[in-house]
């Protein structure tokens, strides 16, 4: 497994905190896949993330974009922040401009590319994620989910090689939830290495491809997730309950079980229930 982005024995503390929100953090999102970070409140997932576009700096430690360590110079910077995106887990935060049409487009500007250029990505990405109806709105008046989806749409446009999402289906309804997940899966085709910090385990569990587990700002579970949902009593420790998938999984008889693992989703779940007829 080879890392895209490593943070090494990372440390850090907010100022005027008592204690580091990261601590001796050693972590790494593998290149190619489509990693869950999963942890309780607090267990330091967006601090983390933070760190990877360099906007806090590790107090001790060091973060490495493939093996090479961050510089924190503006232009490095720059060019860090084109390689990754992270949408915000608050989108209030990312929102700047005053309609979905001028901040989905803002990246692409900022880029310098021609007006043709940003017009034809800017309405595609709205297309896509389903925010035509919405592009002239000022943002002030969108809901929650909506600001979501054009906070998304706007880190999407630019095509990072790492796309980070900090618990991307927070306010999101079911339709756009699975919207999301289609269009991370077709950018994951695309080979960009998609991450995301999420509560949602029953997802956690059906989209992605490898496990993270943070707590207290340490990273102390990774693997499969056929490997990692499997260990509920040290998730359970960790304030972590397992798929509900998986729980059900448990509760059958032995001879209901179709195969050493649990489904992974519903449809997969049916095909076994039809060997039961
Ligand atoms: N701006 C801040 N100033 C001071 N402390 C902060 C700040 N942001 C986060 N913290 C603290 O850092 C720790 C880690 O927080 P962080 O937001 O990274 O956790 P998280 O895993 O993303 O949690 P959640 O699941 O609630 O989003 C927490 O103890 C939190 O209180
Ligand atoms: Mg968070």
Known sequence: MKPILEASDVTFTYPGAQTPSLHQLNIRIPEGKRTAICGPNGSGKSTFFLHAVGIHRPKSGTMLWKDAPYVYKNEDLQRLRRQVGLVFQDPEQQLILHTTYEDVSYGLRNARLEEQEIRRRTERMLDLMGLTPWAETPLHQLSLGLKKRVALAGVLVLEPELLLLDEPTAYLDRRSEHRLVEELNRIHGQGITVAMATHDLNMAYAWADWILVMYE????????????????????????????????WKALPADRRLGAKPPRDIAAWKAMQETWR
């Open 217 to 248: 700002g340490a990273c102390v579970m990774e693997g499969t997730p056929e490997h990692v949902f499997t260990e509920a009593d040290v998730l359970a420790a960790y304030g972590l309950e397992l798929p509900a998938l998986v729980e059900l």
